[in-house]
């Protein structure tokens, strides 16, 4: 299984728009990148997957260079209640077992 | 989406018992899996569930210490044998409708205290 990193912490502001950035070198042909969200008392929440280029949805977007090392997941303008853990995993999407959780990134909302 | 629930959501236990987390799924799902997370921390897979057949165990989880059932599509337990405060911990349930589909739902997790 691809090993990911990710920075364990960052802090933002309300309607800023935030960027994660994951990196998983070792990524495989047959991998797709899977990100999750993770609040406090509670269990993680799929928020978006791809395999390149860029993929939208109603919570974000998530980056992929042609080259997938790296996957970057963006924020629209955030609110307090986007603070929360973001679990960036990667995995054979047939395989199922795409859910090997990282360290995660701790992202910390201010007003 | 599918709606996960845990049994029970938190306990206290005396060393060298037993526990059985409950986990029920709203709709079928072909997968489901059990995790467990120190509180701070990531999540770390203890086993995948399989129905009708023997867990699949991750590489420091034992069938003995942390038996799994699986009867049906919609219901899982985890038992956590022989306590010690070492597992204490959040034990996560988690489902996906197919093993190519990678949206997990998770559950909101049992939190254990073993003393």
């Known amino acids: 299984l691809a090993k990911t990193t990710q920075p364990i912490s960052m802090d933002s502001y309300e309607g800023q728009e935030v960027n994660i950035t994951c990196s998983h070198n070792?990524?495989?042909?047959?991998?797709?990148i899977t990100w999750y969200q993770q609040f406090p008392s509670q269990g993680p929440r799929f928020i978006i997957q791809g395999y390149k280029t860029k993929v939208t949805n109603e919570v974000a977007s998530l980056f992929i260079p042609a080259d997938r090392k790296s996957s970057t997941l963006s924020l629209p303008r955030v609110s307090l209640s986007d603070t929360a853990v973001y679990y960036c995993?990667?995995?054979?999407?047939?395989?199922?077992?795409?859910?090997?959780f990282g360290g995660g990134t701790r992202l910390m909302v201010k007003p | 989406s599918a709606v996960i629930s845990q049994k029970p959501s938190r306990d206290i236990c005396q060393r060298g018992t037993s526990l059985t987390i409950q986990c029920q799924v709203d709709s079928q799902v072909t997968m489901m899996f059990w995790y467990r997370q120190q509180p701070g921390q990531s999540l770390t897979l203890i086993a995948t569930?399989?129905?009708?057949?023997?867990?699949?165990?991750e590489s420091g989880f034992v069938i003995d210490k942390f038996p799994i059932s699986r009867p049906n599509l919609t219901f899982s337990t985890l038992t956590v044998s022989n306590m010690s405060p070492e597992d204490s911990s959040i034990y996560l349930c988690s489902g996906a409708r197919a093993s190519w589909n990678t949206e997990a739902f998770f559950g909101q997790g049992t939190r254990l205290t073993v003393v």
């Open positions: 995993l990667v995995g054979d999407r047939g395989a199922g077992n795409m859910l090997t």
């Open positions: 569930a399989n129905q009708g057949s023997e867990a699949t165990y």
């Open positions: 070792n990524i495989a042909t047959n991998d797709y």
